[in-house]
């Protein structure tokens, strides 16, 4: 599977399993469930369920209130990078792992910020 965005594979699980991902699709989430937040639906597939979706929910306000704090901006792209961060650590700790909708936490999405800041300084300095 290609790296990029779109497709990735995360591993390992605490099975030692490495799963492929696939972003579907990022939307305003109060146009589908009434809620003040962006979601990102992605297909994942650990190579022996089959595939199954997970939306990761960030909540609009928390990422207004980081982009101030960082001066970054709000874009559709971070919110992937996000997202795409958070589901790779559920996959390597299981943690929500059985949920189809997860609504990412301030402490888990300042994690996730720090893994996309993390992997833009190595694109950086390879």
């Not at 199954?52 to 909540?59: D, G, H, K």
Request: charged share 25%; with cysteine; aromatic share 6%.
């Amino acid at each position: 599977m290609s790296e990029s965005m779109r497709e990735f594979s995360v591993g390992p699980d605490p099975y030692g399993a490495t799963w492929k991902v696939r972003f579907v699709w990022l939307q305003n989430a109060i146009s589908i469930r009434h809620a003040d937040a962006v979601d990102c639906k992605f297909a994942v597939d650990d190579g022996f369920s089959g595939v199954r979706e997970i939306v990761i929910s960030l909540s609009h306000p928390m990422l207004r209130e980081m982009h101030r704090r960082l001066g970054r901006p709000l874009t559709d792209s971070w919110c992937m990078q996000l997202a795409s961060a958070h589901l790779a650590h559920m996959i390597r700790s299981g943690e929500d792992i059985e949920k189809t909708l997860v609504a990412v936490s301030g402490e888990d999405l300042e994690r996730a910020n720090a893994a996309v800041e993390a992997k833009g300084r190595a694109v950086v300095a390879g």
